[in-house]
């Protein structure tokens, strides 16, 4: 049988998601946890694999196994060995034609920015971080240039290795609380560092050092060197993918609740 899980983790002590020989990694951990639990090898495949340092509220990862066990079983025996950053929210049956990646409609991130002179320190490691002021009209100006399917090259890691640059940007909303801005993302895919790439140069125009129209220049040049440097990772979480209604599959976890 095909088993469905969500599961939340903070990045920031891991080498990203994929498997990796350091076995630093969260798929690393999640398997090795399953394994336990089942007392045999279990491999998962995730809705999307998210870098060193980048943080999971809802992560969704599917396996085959001959175990038959309720779905708050595969919760609470894979939480029991697994470390308390990392945390399996709910688990579900789902038919075998169901896959985490392939079946997967769309993609949604957010950044959780900090606006202060001083640096982060209780929320260190969770917030990406801008010593000056940030101009949010003008974010959103660029941001909208962003808009729609595009050629996406300018935004994309040297290593990446997805077939085609070319993504469909459905969303970015840009808003503000207190100190702190909060920048959310869909698309049908992204690419590797494409956020963070995005991400570095949608703070550049608010800091004042480029025009928000400088971002069309940037996409058209199809050239990572046209853009800003990449952003940190820290603030950077995957919010899940999103399915068709007929899976049944739940759309967030509680760990939601933890962004502003």
């Known amino acids: 049988m095909r088993i469905a899980l969500g599961l939340s983790y903070l990045g920031t002590p891991y080498q990203g998601w994929q498997s990796q020989p350091s076995g630093q990694t969260v798929q690393d951990r999640l398997e090795a946890a399953l394994g336990q639990f089942a007392t045999v090898p279990v491999a998962t495949l995730c809705a999307g694999r ?83 002021p940030l101009d949010g009209t003008a974010m959103r100006r660029a941001a909208d240039l962003l808009i729609g399917e595009h050629d996406f090259t300018s935004f994309r890691a040297s290593a990446c290795q997805a077939l085609s640059p070319v993504k469909h940007l459905q969303r970015v909303d840009i808003q503000r609380r207190g100190a702190y801005w909060r920048f959310d993302f869909e698309a049908n895919a992204f690419l590797h560092h494409m956020i963070r790439n995005l991400m570095g140069c949608l703070v550049a125009v608010g800091q004042g050092l480029q025009p928000p129209e400088w971002i069309s220049t940037v996409l058209a040049a199809r050239s990572r060197d046209a853009a800003a440097p990449t952003f940190s990772p820290d603030g950077l979480y995957f919010l899940g993918p999103r399915y068709d209604a007929r899976w049944g599959l739940p759309e967030r976890t509680s760990a939601y609740d933890w962004l502003p």
């Not at 998210?50 to 992560?59: C, E, P, R, S, Y």
């Not at 939480?79 to 075998?96: C, E, K, S």
């Not at 896959?99 to 969770?126: N, T």
């Open 50 to 132: 998210t870098d060193a340092g980048v943080h999971g509220l809802m992560q969704v990862v599917h396996f085959d196994t001959d175990l038959r066990r309720e779905p708050f079983s595969w919760v609470r025996g894979t939480n029991r060995y697994l470390p308390p950053d990392i945390a399996v929210q709910w688990a579900q049956p789902v038919p075998p034609e169901f896959h985490a990646r392939a079946s997967a409609l769309a993609r949604r991130y957010a950044y959780l920015l900090l606006e202060s002179p001083v640096r982060p320190s209780l929320d260190a490691g969770r917030v990406g971080w801008s010593c000056r």
